[in-house]
C-alpha cells in the first residue's frame, strides 16, 4: 500500500451509515477476510538484518550494540525492535482500503496503565514513534502476533495461543460494531479506566488474577517525578543531580568535554523553553515555573535503543518539587516506505499529533521541537513526562487466561484508537458479526511467529559470527 492515507482516514463527507456500511462490505468483496490468514514472505523479501543495520547507522553508534545484543534475548524482545522488518512483510498483506491513524507498533508491550490529566489511571497505547495514517489490518496483525510470541514463550499450546488471539481479535471487532452506533462524541470520550479495567478483570479471572491487577495499579499510581527523582539521583556539592549508571545512564558532565558540554546544555535549555510554545497556554506558565538543572543521556526500550534521549531534571518550588521530561529523538517512521510520508515537516509533530489522536487523554507536558545538535545536524524530538503513573505489562508471568484476558482490553483500546480517526462503519461493516477474521488472524500470527523466530536465529548468528556486534547489559 504505497500511497498517503491521509484522505482515506474519514468518513466520505455526506454519506449516510447505510452507504458507509456498504463501502464496508464492498470491501469485504475485494479483500476477503479469510485472504488475512496467509503469511508468505515474498521471494525478493528485503534481508531482516540489512534494514535493522539500516536504522543503525543513522544511531549513536556506541550503543548500537546494546539493541543487538537485547534484540538476541529471546524472539519477544527481537519482535519488539522489528518493527520496521514486520512493516516492509505488511507492505505486501491484503488490506480493506481503509485507513485509520497506525499506532505503528502495536505489540502488547505498548499497551499500559498510565495517568490522564485529572490524575485518574487509564489503560492505554503508549508508545507512537511509528504513528503514521494506513491500513487499520497492521496495527491488529502486529498485536495479534506479540500475543502468539508471548505465549509461545510461556509455553501455552497451540489450541490456547488461538483462543488468546481469536479473543483479542473478537473484542476488537466486537468494539468497533459498539463504536459505529454511536456519535461522534460519544466515540471521542470513550475511555478505558481503571474502573472498567476492574470490571473485565472480576468478570474473566481469579482471585489471583484480580490481585494482580490491583499489585499493578497501586506501583502504577507511585511512580511518579517524585519517586524517579529518589530513584534516579544524588546530592553533589548540596545539589540534586542525575546518578550515573552507564552505559544505561549518563550524565551530560560525564559524557561530553566542558565546552561541548556546555553548549549542549544550552541547546536544551532552549529546547525546554522552545517546546512550550507547543503546548496549551496554561501547561505553558507550568512549564515556566520550573527551570532546568541537569541533564543526562538515557538508554530506553529495545527497538528505541540507539536514538538520541535525553532525561531533563527540572525543580519548581524547591529542592523536592521535580519534573522529569524525557526528550526522544523522532525520525521518519518504518511505515513512511509503505504508506507515504507525514504530513508534518517535524518528526516529533507527527508523533505528538497522532498520539494525541488516539489516546483517551494524553500527558500535560506532551510537546515536539527541533533542536541543532553539536554536530551541526537538525534532529526532532518528542517531549513528555519520564513517568506518570506508567505501569507495564509483564507477559511472562501470566496465565493462559490472564493473557487472553489482557489481549482484550488491548483489543478494545485499540478498536476506541482507531475509530477516533477512521471510518468506524465501515470497518465494523467490513469485520461482520461473525468470526471469520478472528481465526484469519489467529493463522496469520501463528506464521508470522514463525517468521520471527527465524528472523530472531539469523540475528543470533550474525552476532555470533562477528557480523553484528553485540553488548550484554542487564534487561530493560
Not at 456519535?183 to 478483570?201: C, P, Q, S, T
Not at 548540596?238 to 551530560?252: E, F, H, Q, S, Y
Request: include cysteine.
Amino acid at each position: 500500500m504505497s500511497r498517503s492515507a491521509i484522505t482515506a482516514m474519514r468518513a466520505v463527507p455526506g454519506a449516510t451509515p447505510e452507504e458507509r456500511v456498504e463501502m464496508g462490505r464492498e470491501a469485504r468483496r475485494r479483500c476477503p477476510r479469510s485472504g488475512h490468514a496467509v503469511y508468505q514472505p515474498s521471494t525478493d523479501r528485503p534481508d531482516p538484518l540489512a534494514i535493522l543495520e539500516a536504522q543503525s547507522a543513522t544511531r549513536v553508534s556506541e550503543l548500537v550494540p546494546i539493541r543487538y545484543a537485547r534484540m538476541t534475548e529471546s524472539p519477544f524482545r527481537f519482535y519488539r525492535g522489528a518493527a520496521a522488518i514486520m512493516a516492509s512483510d505488511l507492505a505486501g498483506s491484503p488490506d480493506s482500503g481503509i485507513a485509520v491513524q497506525l499506532c505503528g507498533d502495536a505489540h502488547l508491550l505498548n499497551f499500559r496503565l498510565l495517568a490522564s490529566p485529572e490524575r485518574r489511571l487509564m489503560f492505554d497505547i503508549n508508545d507512537f514513534d511509528e504513528t503514521l495514517p494506513g491500513p487499520w489490518e497492521w496495527d491488529v496483525k502486529r498485536l495479534s502476533a506479540s500475543l502468539v510470541i508471548a505465549a509461545r514463550a510461556n509455553g501455552f499450546d497451540e489450541a490456547q495461543r488461538a483462543r488468546i488471539v481469536n479473543s483479542a481479535v473478537r473484542s476488537y471487532r466486537e468494539a468497533m460494531t459498539g463504536f459505529a452506533g454511536m456519535g461522534n462524541l460519544d466515540v471521542w470520550y470513550a475511555k478505558i479506566d481503571a474502573e472498567g479495567l476492574e470490571a473485565l478483570v472480576t468478570e474473566r479471572l481469579d482471585k489471583r488474577g484480580r490481585k494482580k491487577l490491583a499489585t499493578a495499579m497501586a506501583k502504577a499510581r507511585s511512580r511518579d517525578s517524585l519517586q524517579v527523582f529518589d530513584k534516579l539521583t544524588e546530592v553533589v556539592d548540596g545539589r540534586p543531580r542525575i546518578a550515573a549508571d552507564p552505559p544505561l545512564l549518563v550524565p551530560l558532565a560525564d559524557l561530553l568535554p566542558d565546552s561541548e558540554r556546555d553548549e549542549l546544555v544550552d541547546r536544551l535549555a532552549a529546547l525546554v523553553g522552545h517546546y512550550g510554545r507547543t503546548l496549551e497556554s496554561n501547561r505553558r506558565a507550568l512549564l515556566e515555573d520550573y527551570r532546568l538543572v541537569d541533564v543526562a543521556r538515557k538508554v530506553v526500550g529495545v527497538g528505541s535503543v540507539g536514538t538520541r534521549c535525553w532525561i531533563l531534571l527540572l525543580l519548581g518550588r524547591d529542592g523536592r518539587d521535580p519534573l522529569f521530561l524525557q526528550a526522544k529523538e523522532a525520525d521518519t517512521s518504518v511505515l513512511a516506505d509503505h504508506v507515504g510520508a507525514s504530513l508534518y515537516d517535524n518528526q516529533g509533530e507527527r508523533v505528538v499529533s497522532g498520539q494525541r489522536l488516539m489516546q483517551a487523554a494524553s500527558d500535560i507536558f506532551l510537546g515536539w521541537e527541533r533542536v541543532d545538535g553539536i554536530d551541526g545536524r537538525k534532529r526532532d524530538f518528542y517531549i513528555r513526562q519520564l513517568r506518570d503513573w506508567k505501569g507495564i505489562a509483564m507477559p511472562e508471568t501470566m496465565s493462559p487466561a490472564q493473557l487472553e484476558t489482557f489481549g482484550n482490553a488491548c483489543g478494545m483500546t485499540l478498536a476506541r484508537a482507531h475509530a477516533r480517526s477512521g471510518d468506524r462503519v465501515a470497518i465494523a461493516a467490513y469485520l461482520g458479526r461473525g468470526d471469520v477474521f478472528d481465526r484469519a488472524l489467529a493463522e496469520f500470527a501463528e506464521a508470522y511467529a514463525d517468521q520471527n523466530e527465524r528472523d530472531h536465529h539469523a540475528l543470533v548468528d550474525a552476532v555470533r559470527a562477528g557480523r553484528l556486534p553485540a553488548q550484554e547489559l542487564p534487561a530493560a
